[in-house]
C-alpha cells in the first residue's frame, strides 16, 4: 500500500508487547517506510570511525551513557543525510568567540551538524539561534524511529529537528505479556524464536531448522520482566504525556499482535494514505 505524505512515527510498548512484530508488518505493509534505529546508527558510526562514532565509542568504553546531545545528532545526521530534513537559511557562522567557547574537543561540523549544533545550543525551548530544519512531506521519507527517544528530555531535544507526526502507544496486560515471556523459548545461535502457547517448534525443546536444543534466556523469568517493566513505565509516563500534549500521541490495546496490527493499519492509511 502506498503512502500519500510522509509518515515520521515512533512505536512506545512495554518489553514483550510486540513493538518488533508491527514494526516488521508494518514495513511489509507499507514499502516506502524505512525503519531508522538508533543502536544500529550506534554501531555503524563506530565501525566508519565518523567524528560521531570516534566521541560515542569514547563514551562507550568509559562505562558513559551516550547522551541525548549526541544521540539527537546521529538520528539528525542520518535524516539529512538520507535528505528528509534540510536546513533552512545559510549556516550560523562560526566565529573566533563561538569557537573558543566550543573547546579542544568539539567536533569537525558540516554545514548540516553546524545547523543542528545552533539549534541544540540555542537559548530557550525551540532553538532560536538558527530555523529548524525542514522536513520533506514526500511519502519515500517515511520512517519508524526505534529506540530513541525514551525519555521526554530526550523526546523535547529530538522536537527541534524533526516533527515526527504519529507516536503509538502499543498497550498490552502485564498478565498476558508475562505469560508471553514465560512461554518463549530461543535457539541462540540463529535467534529463532518459539512460544509454546502460539508458535510451538515441531518437535518440544529443538530448533525446527537444525534439531538443535532450545533455551530460555535469563532475563525471561518473571522477576527480571518485572523489574523491567515498572522501570519503562517509569520513564514512559513522561514520555507519553509530552506527545500527548503535542497532538500526536494514539493508543491501541489488544491481547495479541493479531488483535493490534489491523488497527495499527487502519489509523496509518486514515493518517497518511486517505
Keep these: 500500500m ?34 531508522i534505529s538508533s543502536g544500529d546508527l550506534l554501531r555503524q558510526n563506530v565501525k566508519d570511525r565518523t ?24 538520528v539528525s545526521n542520518e535524516l539529512f543525510k538520507r535528505g528528509w530534513i534540510k536546513g533552512q537559511g545559510p549556516p550560523p557562522v562560526m566565529t573566533l568567540a563561538s569557537a573558543s567557547a566550543a573547546g579542544p574537543d568539539a567536533l569537525p561540523t558540516s554545514p548540516e551538524e553546524s545547523i543542528i549544533d545552533s539549534i541544540l545550543n540555542a537559548a530557550g525551548p525551540r532553538g532560536d539561534a538558527h530555523p529548524p530544519p525542514e522536513a520533506s512531506e514526500c511519502p519515500s521519507a517515511s520512517f519508524l524511529l526505534d529506540g530513541f527517544p525514551r525519555t521526554a528530555a530526550q523526546a523535547a531535544t529530538l522536537d527541534r529537528i524533526v516533527p515526527i507526526n504519529l507516536v503509538v502507544s502499543i498497550k498490552t496486560p502485564v498478565e498476558v505479556i508475562m505469560e508471553r515471556i514465560a512461554s518463549r523459548w530461543v535457539h541462540e ?15 518440544a525443546g529443538r530448533d525446527d531448522v537444525t534439531g538443535e536444543p532450545l533455551i ?45 496490527s489491523p488497527e495499527l493499519f487502519r489509523r496509518f492509511e486514515e493518517e497518511f494514505v486517505n
Excluded: C
Excluded at 566521541?55 to 539527537?72: I, N, P, R, W, Y
Excluded at 545461535?189 to 518437535?203: A, D, E, H, L, M
Excluded at 522477576?223 to 491501541?252: I, M, N, Q
Design 2 to 35: 502506498r503512502l500519500r505524505r510522509a509518515a515520521r512515527v515512533i512505536l512506545i510498548g512495554a518489553p514483550g508487547v510486540g513493538k518488533g512484530t508491527q514494526s516488521e508488518r508494518l514495513l511489509r505493509r507499507f514499502p516506502q517506510l524505512q525503519s
Design 51 to 74: 567524528p560521531l562514532g570516534i566521541k560515542v565509542e569514547s563514551t562507550m568504553k568509559a562505562g558513559g551513557l551516550v547522551s541525548d546531545d549526541l544521540m539527537v545528532r546521529l
Design 216 to 260: 530460555q534466556r535469563p532475563d525471561d523469568s518473571a522477576e527480571v520482566f518485572r523489574a523491567r517493566f515498572d522501570k519503562f513505565e517509569e520513564t514512559s509516563r513522561p514520555l507519553l504525556e509530552h506527545y500527548g500534549a503535542r497532538g500526536v500521541l494514539w493508543e491501541v490495546s489488544g491481547m495479541s499482535s493479531d488483535e493490534i
Design 189 to 203: 545461535p540463529s535467534g529463532r524464536i518459539y512460544n509454546t502457547t502460539f508458535n510451538k517448534p515441531k518437535v
